[in-house]
């Protein structure tokens, strides 16, 4: 197979990895599809639905990084290291941070429609 083709194939395994081994996974994939379906239903601008799909897309990108990072620190130590807890909980702020911005803009964006 042709490396570019390899690479693709190796990204699309941890993508699948990650929805079918990650609960988080789960809740983005949920939340990702009722603001779809809100979206449909409320009517979106151009604009606003290239905003709802980077915010998605990046949410779904942050966890699979958070997922990697988890593992990465697993295969390193299984003893409790400050360090360890530090790149875990880093990671997972990373992935709040974000949670939290985007849920602030899909009110910014949705909350005016249906006033
Ligand atoms: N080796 C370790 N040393 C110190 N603290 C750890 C270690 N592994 C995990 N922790 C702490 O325990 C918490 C939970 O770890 P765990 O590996 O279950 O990740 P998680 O955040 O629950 O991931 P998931 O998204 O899979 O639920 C981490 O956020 C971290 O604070």
Same mark, same amino acid.
């Given at each position: 197979?042709?490396?570019?083709?390899?690479?693709?194939?190796? $990204? &699309?395994?941890?993508?699948?990895?990650?929805?079918?081994? %990650?609960?988080?996974?789960?809740?983005?994939?949920?939340? $990702?599809?009722?603001?779809?379906?809100?979206?449909?239903?409320?009517?979106?601008?151009?604009? %606003?639905?290239?905003?709802?799909?980077?915010?998605?897309?990046?949410?779904?990108?942050? %966890? &699979?990084?958070?997922? $990697?990072?988890?593992?990465?620190? @697993? &295969?390193?130590? @299984? @003893?409790?290291?400050?360090? $360890?807890?530090?790149?875990? @909980?880093?990671?997972?702020?990373?992935?709040?941070?974000?949670?939290?911005?985007?849920? /602030?803009?899909?009110?910014?964006?949705? /909350?005016?429609?249906?006033?």
């Amino acid at each position: 197979m042709h490396p570019f083709f390899k690479s693709f194939h190796y $990204a &699309l395994k941890g993508i699948q990895h990650g929805f079918s081994a %990650e609960r988080n996974m789960k809740f983005h994939c949920i939340a $990702a599809l009722g603001v779809i379906f809100g979206g449909v239903l409320t009517g979106l601008s151009k604009l %606003e639905w290239l905003t709802i799909i980077i915010l998605i897309g990046g949410m779904i990108a942050l %966890e &699979l990084m958070n997922t $990697a990072i988890e593992r990465t620190v @697993d &295969l390193v130590t @299984d @003893d409790f290291h400050p360090l $360890a807890k530090q790149a875990k @909980d880093l990671a997972s702020g990373a992935v709040l941070v974000f949670a939290i911005c985007s849920a /602030i803009i899909a009110m910014i964006i949705f /909350i005016p429609k249906w006033l």
